[in-house]
T-cell receptor, first 116, second 113 residues
């Protein structure tokens, strides 16, 4: 079975500092990987996804993530945190067969606090 | 931009009562999903639905749960006899026929008393 582990349930960063959120997955084959963001009292919004094209994936709001097969990781970064980035971030994997209609398996989430 | 909508945003019910959570997926999407998130826990998959059939369901999705697409626009989740442990945020999602990307609604917070 697939699983996703997000290291750190809470991360605190200063405004303007690097944001780094860690995600490791376990899957028998290279999966589809996703990062979603959940702002307070809202649903899940897709930030970016990896689907076996370029290993460095760029998403909305200057977020990017790098797929590293050797490390089974898909860490999310943003060079400079903004106050509006305060939210909960979820890494998810789908598969194992790459196809539409697959369920998503989510990590536990990382809540980001941005300090002024 | 098209979006998934869900009603109600908050539902309070008594234990043992039936509830129906409603979702309107994005209009041209063919795959529909329900997930739930118990407070402080992971988002968990419940069920996926395609071509008027359940395509996959989790262990959580027992006989108390059912899904239906009663017309061309709505997708519903019914819980027949609610339990305290059904209290959670329930998310509906949809995806297109050829896409891996799921679009989520804002959720319905279900509180069972």
């Amino acid at each position: 079975a697939q699983s996703v582990t997000q290291l750190g349930s809470h991360v605190s960063v200063s405004e303007g500092a690097l944001v780094l959120l860690r995600c490791n997955y376990s899957s028998s084959v290279p999966p589809y990987l996703f990062w979603y963001v959940q702002y307070p009292n809202q649903g899940l919004q897709l930030l970016l996804k990896y689907t076996s094209a370029a290993t460095l994936v760029k998403g909305i709001n200057d977020f990017e993530a790098e797929f590293k097969k050797s490390e089974t990781s898909f860490h999310l970064t943003k060079p400079s945190a903004h106050m509006s980035d305060a939210a909960e971030y979820f890494c998810a994997v789908s598969g194992p067969i790459k196809a539409a209609g697959n369920k998503l398996t989510f990590g536990g989430g990382t809540r980001v606090l941005v300090k002024p | 931009e098209p979006e998934v909508t869900q009603t109600p945003s908050h539902q309070v019910t008594q234990m043992g009562q039936e509830v129906i959570l409603r979702c309107v997926p994005i209009s041209n999407h063919l795959y529909f999903y329900w997930y739930r998130q118990i407070l402080g826990q992971k988002v968990e998959f419940l069920v996926s639905f395609y071509n008027n059939e359940i395509s996959e369901k989790s262990e959580i999705f027992d006989d108390q749960f059912s899904v239906e697409r009663p017309d061309g626009s709505n997708f519903t989740l019914k819980i027949r006899s609610t339990k305290l442990e059904d209290s959670a945020m329930y998310f509906c999602a949809s995806s297109d026929w050829d896409s891996d990307t799921q679009y989520f609604g804002p959720g319905t917070r279900l509180t069972v008393l």
